[in-house]
């Protein structure tokens, strides 16, 4: 899906019924953004995280399907909306890796990181770090 048909890098969503209608790769992403405070910018804004996320599949040649934002989150845990709506499209076998900025952006505790990448392990759902070296493929 191109960067224009899911809006640009802006925070607008992709519409889930637009998957599997291109040519396009069939190893599809999800890209996770976040912020903690609501003026966090200089390379960590919603925006930067998700152009550089966007980046990254399109040089894997992944097919970008979903695009998740939680603005003004604490990592401090998991429930957070739109990472609760990322892990429900690994459960619907919608996504094959998810990419994210770095891994604190990701998740915040390391007993939560292993629980997350276990539960996208049985979905078969990878997951890259744009920033650091950690890639887990599942």
């Known amino acids: 899906m191109s960067k224009e048909k899911a809006g640009g890098f802006g925070r607008d969503r992709i519409d889930p019924s637009s998957i599997g ?5 069939d190893f599809g992403a999800a890209i996770y953004a976040r912020t903690s405070s609501a003026n966090q910018r200089f390379g960590y804004s919603i925006d930067e995280q998700i152009r550089r996320c966007w980046e990254r599949c399109e040089t894997r040649d992944w097919d ?3 695009v998740f934002a939680d603005e003004a989150e604490s990592g401090r845990d998991t429930e957070r909306p739109e990472f609760q709506r990322l892990l429900r499209a690994a459960e619907q076998e ?3 890796v998810v990419v994210f900025w770095a891994l ?4 915040r505790s390391l007993v939560d990181l292993v629980k997350i990448e276990e539960q996208l392990d049985q979905c078969d759902v990878s997951l890259q770090s744009v920033t650091e070296r ?3 493929i599942a």
Request: net charge negative.
């Open 21 to 25: 209608d291109s040519e396009e790769s």
């Open 64 to 66: 970008v399907r979903y």
């Open 94 to 96: 919608a996504i094959d």
């Open 134 to 136: 950690l890639c887990l």
């Open 104 to 107: 604190d952006r990701f998740c």
